[in-house]
């Protein structure tokens, strides 16, 4: 059997399993996958960023935390194809 095609593309921005983490004033942006991904972390706080990728890409979420406790998420514009 062969892999789902989404999980051969990249992530642009990818954590596991770390704390303490703090994400402020950029912009990520045309990401072949999810943008930003803590998976499994604590504390985090994602700031005054820009997620941005063509609404006709599929599976392009903007800040996906999967896992995580304690996060906070403010002042963020995030316009993607997908969440």
């Not at 062969?2 to 704390?19: G, H, V």
């Not at 991904?37 to 979420?61: S, W």
Request: one cysteine or more; a negative charge; charged letters at 15%.
């Amino acid at each position: 059997a062969s892999l789902p095609q989404d999980i051969m593309r990249p992530k642009l921005i990818e954590f596991y399993n770390t704390s303490n983490i703090i994400l402020q004033g950029f912009t990520a942006q045309n990401s072949p996958n999810w943008n930003i991904h803590p998976f499994a972390c604590q504390d985090i706080i994602i700031r005054n960023v820009t997620v941005l990728a063509p609404r006709e890409v599929g599976n392009t979420d903007g800040i996906n935390p999967d896992s995580c406790i304690n996060v906070l998420i403010e002042s963020c514009h995030i316009d993607v194809g997908d969440d």
